[in-house]
């Protein structure tokens, strides 16, 4: 009797869902066509695999081996200025010697001509330190022309596969050009017919759902998207469509239910049924 009357209750609100509140069943529908193009758009973009993240890995590669080949040779620059500088020095040095080998024709005793020699030997030296120097940085350019040397390779390699991607990449997005292009434009038509205020929160599910299901149908009991069950009178307010009603648990957007087959409502009755009977069957031994 109860049970009879709980169908006609629902039969009662669904004729008054459809006289009433066609429009958030419209809005629903929208939102679930909406949802049907972008699943199909993600299949597509998961069609092409790794590739399009593959070449902007490969990409960021590249640009961070141009920049250490940048840094390397803006190094042996460094060095090579450094090198100028030491020579030069030499050159000065070279010259001071010359004048102060003229000074020492000129002395006028013998504590003037061990100071000007102590001059010339002082700019020996540095024209030995300089000769030092000028090895030990020729040692540094041959070193980091070597390293040069290796990131040039790499980057040659790393253009190479480069090119072989996104050739890949260029005939898989032929193969699917079409479909996309056709999806998009539907996607166009279906934006304009969808609720702004319920197309924000969608866009927000879709952004933070890893499946990219922001709009889902309850099936066998279960919310679509997180497949946590759903309260049978929360499921008769889904199917009546007078409001929006989301998932308590991920939040998604119920937009109907799937009627359950006649197999799997028996049996949820049957399991009904056994957990009463141990529970009644606990409540005997625990009275005894
Ligand atoms: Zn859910």
Do not use: W
């Amino acid at each position: 009797m109860l049970k009879k009357s709980v169908v006609e209750h629902i039969q009662i609100n669904k004729l008054m869902a459809t006289a009433t509140d066609t429009t958030i069943a419209q809005k629903l529908e929208a939102l679930m066509k909406l949802q049907g193009i972008d699943s199909s758009l993600d299949n597509i973009l998961k069609g092409r695999g790794d590739l399009p993240e593959e070449v902007r890995d490969l990409e960021d590669e590249i640009a961070g081996l141009e920049t250490r080949l940048a840094k390397f040779q803006g190094e042996v620059e460094n060095f090579n200025i450094q090198i100028n500088n030491y020579r030069n020095a030499k050159k000065d040095s070279e010259k001071l010697i010359v004048k102060y080998k003229e000074q020492q024709m000129n002395v006028r005793n013998n504590r003037e001509f061990d100071a000007v020699s102590k001059e010339i030997e002082l700019q020996g030296l540095e024209m030995e330190i300089a000769d030092k120097r000028i090895k030990e940085i020729e040692f540094k350019i041959l070193n980091k022309n070597d390293e040069i040397g290796g990131v040039e390779s790499n980057l040659f390699e790393r253009n190479k596969d480069l090119e072989i991607k996104k050739k890949e990449l260029e005939v898989i997005i032929a193969e699917s050009e079409e479909d996309e292009q056709k999806l998009l434009k539907d996607r166009e038509k279906a934006l304009k017919s969808a609720d702004e205020r319920l197309l924000k929160s969608y866009t927000k599910l879709r952004d933070n759902a890893r499946n990219g299901l922001a709009v889902v149908m309850v099936s066998r009991g279960a919310c679509g998207g997180c497949f946590s069950s759903v309260p049978p009178q929360r499921q008769t307010d889904i199917k009546d469509k007078k409001k929006i009603i989301v998932c308590e648990h991920c939040g998604r957007i119920l937009a109907g239910v799937n009627d359950p087959l006649p197999g799997e409502v028996k049996e949820k009755k049957t399991r009904a049924t056994k957990v009463s009977a141990a529970a009644a069957a606990a409540t005997a031994a625990s009275a005894e």
